[in-house]
C-alpha cells in the first residue's frame, strides 16, 4: 500500500477545510442539513474509527453516575457531612455526579428546555444575524465553535451566552432570554452551595472556594443535536474535558451523554428535575489532582432533537490574576503539579485545539 505523500495530505486537508467553509457559509448549522433533507451525513462529519462508539467499551447499564441529594443538607450536622462525604467522593473517583434537590424548579428547567428548541426552530433571520465564531461575542450562535480545528466536525448546533459585568441581556434571543436570566439566578444560589460543600470536602473553610472568585463568569452553551440519518458514523460531541472550573449540565430526556470512568464509558441516565455536574480542568489544576476532570462525550442519535445547556464557571477572565493549585493544599509530601496560568489563557489554548485535546498536561511542572 502507498504510505500518503505530503501533497496528497495537504489535498485532504485543503477538501475538507473547503467543505468546513461552505458549511459555515450557510449559517444554518445541522439543522439546516437536516431540514434540507439530507439521507446520509457529508463526509466532513464522519469520525476517524478509532473516536466512534465501541460496544466493548461501554460499561454495563447497571453502572451509574452518583447522586448527591441536597434535600437534608439544613437537617442537622450528620446529615451535611454525610453530603460532604459523598460528594468528596464522587469529585474524586468520578468526575461527575447529579444533583438533586437543589431548590430550581423543575418547571423552570422546561421552560430553558423549550426555550432553545423554540430558538433553534424559529426565525432562521435570527440565527444568522447571531453566527459568528468570535469568541469575544457576547451571545453568538454557530455549529461547531472549534470547527476549523477538528478533523471532523459534531452533528449539533449551538448558542452561546456569556454572562459577564457587561452583558446587555437584550441580546441573548427574546425566545429564552427570560428563561435563561431566570435560570442563572438559580443556579447562582446552587453554585454557592456547591462552592461550600467543595470547600469542606478538601479540607477547607467553608468560604475558602467563593473567596478565590474563580467562578464568577458563567458561559451558557446551549447545544441543540438534530436527529442524525447514519448516527453510527459522528458524534453529538467529541470526547472532551471541560476548561471550566466547574459545569452545571441541564439535560433533556433523550440522554446520550457518557463519560469515562475506569476506561469504560457510562451513560449518564436523565433524571427528570436534576442536574449534571462536572468538575472542569481549573478545579482539577486547582485541587492539585484531588478532584478529577473528567472526559465526556455525546452520541448521534437517528432521534432528536436532543436538547442541553452547559454552565461554564470560569474565573473573570479580565484579571491578571495567576490560577494555580490552592497553597492551603500544598505541602512537602503534596508538591505542586501544576504551574499558575492565567484563565484567559487557558481557554483560549483549549479552544485554539479542538475538543479532542486535553490542556491540563501542557501546564504540568
Known amino acids: 500500500m502507498a504510505m500518503p505523500t505530503d501533497t496528497t495530505i495537504d489535498y485532504q486537508t485543503n477538501t475538507i477545510l473547503k467543505e468546513f467553509k461552505e458549511f459555515d457559509d450557510t449559517k444554518a448549522g445541522v439543522k439546516g442539513l437536516v431540514d434540507s433533507g439530507i439521507e446520509?451525513?457529508?463526509?466532513?462529519?464522519?469520525?476517524?474509527?478509532?473516536?466512534?462508539?465501541?460496544?466493548?467499551?461501554?460499561?454495563?447499564?447497571?453502572?451509574?453516575?452518583?447522586?448527591?441529594?441536597?434535600?437534608?443538607?439544613?437537617?442537622?450536622?450528620?446529615?451535611?457531612?454525610?453530603?460532604?462525604?459523598?460528594?468528596?467522593?464522587?469529585?474524586?473517583?468520578?468526575?461527575?455526579?447529579?444533583?438533586?434537590?437543589?431548590?430550581?424548579?423543575?418547571?423552570?428547567?422546561?421552560?430553558?428546555?423549550?426555550?432553545?428548541?423554540e430558538f433553534n426552530e424559529g426565525s432562521k433571520d435570527v440565527k444568522e444575524k447571531l453566527y459568528s465564531r468570535d469568541i469575544k461575542k457576547k451571545v453568538s450562535f454557530a455549529s461547531n465553535l472549534s470547527l476549523y480545528q477538528m478533523s471532523a466536525a459534531n452533528w449539533r448546533d449551538t448558542l452561546n451566552c456569556l454572562f459577564d459585568d457587561n452583558l446587555d441581556p437584550t441580546e441573548i434571543p427574546e425566545v429564552c432570554r427570560d428563561a435563561f436570566m431566570k435560570y442563572r439566578e438559580g443556579l447562582l444560589h446552587v453554585a454557592e452551595t456547591l462552592y461550600e460543600l467543595l470547600s469542606a470536602a478538601l479540607g477547607l473553610p467553608s468560604d475558602h472556594i467563593s473567596g478565590m472568585n474563580c467562578a464568577n463568569t458563567q458561559i451558557f452553551v446551549a447545544h441543540y443535536y438534530p436527529p442524525c440519518p447514519e448516527p453510527e458514523l459522528t458524534l453529538g460531541t467529541s470526547a472532551h474535558t471541560d476548561p471550566s472550573f466547574v459545569t452545571f449540565l441541564l439535560q433533556d430526556s433523550l440522554g446520550g451523554l457518557q463519560i469515562l470512568h475506569d476506561d469504560h464509558w457510562v451513560d449518564v441516565t436523565p433524571i427528570p428535575g436534576a442536574l449534571v455536574v462536572n468538575i472542569g480542568d481549573l478545579l482539577q489544576l486547582a485541587s492539585n489532582d484531588k478532584f478529577k476532570s473528567t472526559k465526556h462525550r455525546v452520541l448521534a442519535s437517528s432521534r432528536g432533537p436532543r436538547i442541553s445547556l452547559a454552565t461554564f464557571f470560569v474565573p473573570v477572565f479580565d484579571k491578571k490574576k495567576p490560577f494555580g493549585p490552592i497553597k492551603e493544599l500544598l505541602s512537602d509530601k503534596n508538591p505542586p503539579l501544576y504551574k499558575e496560568v492565567l484563565a484567559t489563557d487557558y481557554l483560549k489554548s483549549y479552544v485554539s485545539k479542538g475538543l479532542n485535546s486535553s490542556e491540563l498536561s501542557y501546564f504540568k511542572l
Do not use: T
Open 40 to 117: 446520509k451525513i457529508p463526509e466532513f462529519f464522519i469520525q476517524p474509527q478509532e473516536l466512534l462508539p465501541k460496544s466493548s467499551e461501554v460499561a454495563s447499564p447497571s453502572l451509574q453516575v452518583p447522586i448527591i441529594d441536597l434535600e437534608a443538607i439544613h437537617k442537622d450536622a450528620g446529615s451535611y457531612n454525610q453530603i460532604v462525604q459523598e460528594l468528596k467522593q464522587a469529585s474524586e473517583s468520578w468526575g461527575f455526579f447529579q444533583l438533586v434537590n437543589h431548590n430550581v424548579s423543575k418547571d423552570l428547567l422546561d421552560e430553558v428546555i423549550k426555550g432553545i428548541k
